[in-house]
């Protein structure tokens, strides 16, 4: 299983102050030091963390290959094009979301996805779609022509914190999931079970399988057994972490998580 680390949360540093410190460019030689494989950046329609000058300057210094999180938006597809990077993650976005909620609605955009999709192919970008675990989803991404996938681990992740985290800070965040222990252990079961089935399904129509959001240190164990996912994008428990431990020894404690398996 391959790691690919985010790193759009240095750049979320630096905004607080609006000033050089820290670049999100210096991460890149980390993580190939560290023994990742990929890194991946959001080059969101609002800026707000990573911007065009960090992209470009990502894209063409990286030794890994950078696969850039985008949304369907006219504008960033230009960017895109002119970027060209390794891969490219089509994300649904909304402006005053925290983060990514919610996978690619692949039906109602079909056609602009399939349009997007055939374009960057032939700019010689791999494309991925960012889904919810379903079937409906998966064999829509299969007929856009996407390589691969990227199932969302959202829901999975939150039913985690709310069984396994004492923050009220979670708790709060995520009112629909305020419910007796045994009944976020079946949803817990239930997500899980949605992502090892959603893997097999798409692998069994040639998609490549990655998967991401909201993974941390101790919900990763769980879906590195799930045979078929080639690939993580982890980013804020790592660059939380390594407030405390530094960024390279922070990325090198997930991989050895996620390596377990292939030891
Ligand atoms: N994958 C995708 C498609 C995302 O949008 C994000 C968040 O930018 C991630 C992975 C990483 O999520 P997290 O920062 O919660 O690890």
């Not at 000058?53 to 960033?76: F, G, H, T, W």
Request: proline share 3%; glycine share 4%; hydrophobic share 40%.
């Amino acid at each position: 299983m391959f790691l690919g680390v985010n790193i759009d949360h240095i750049a979320v540093l630096r905004e607080a102050r609006k000033i050089n410190d820290p670049d999100p460019l210096d991460a890149v030689s980390l993580v190939k030091r560290a023994g990742a494989d990929q890194i991946t950046i959001h080059l969101r329609e609002d800026r707000r963390h990573i911007n065009d000058y960090d992209a470009k300057r990502i894209i063409e210094n990286s030794q890994l290959p950078v696969n850039l999180e985008c949304a369907m938006d006219e504008e960033i597809m230009k960017k895109v094009i002119e970027l060209s990077p390794h891969r490219a993650t089509i994300v649904p976005e909304k402006r005053e979301e925290v983060t990514t909620e919610g996978g690619l609605d692949v039906m109602k955009n079909f056609n602009n996805l399939q349009t997007i999709s055939k374009k960057l192919q032939k700019n010689g970008t791999e494309v991925s779609l960012f889904i919810d675990p379903n079937p409906r989803a998966i064999e829509l991404s299969k007929d856009i022509g996407a390589q691969w996938i990227e199932l969302h681990t959202g829901l999975y992740s939150n039913i985690y914190a709310m069984l396994f985290s004492n923050l009220s800070y979670t708790k709060h965040s995520i009112k629909e999931l305020e419910l007796p222990r045994i009944e976020l252990k079946k949803l817990l079961e239930k997500a899980l079970k949605e992502l090892v089935e959603s893997t097999a399904y798409a692998n069994s129509l040639g998609l490549k399988v990655a998967a991401g959001h909201g993974l941390n240190y101790q919900n990763v164990k769980e879906i590195c057994k799930i045979n078929g996912i080639v690939e993580l994008n982890i980013g804020q428990c790592i660059i939380a972490r390594s407030v405390f431990t530094g960024f390279e020894k922070a990325v090198v404690d997930m991989l050895e998580l996620i390596k377990q398996k292939n030891r």
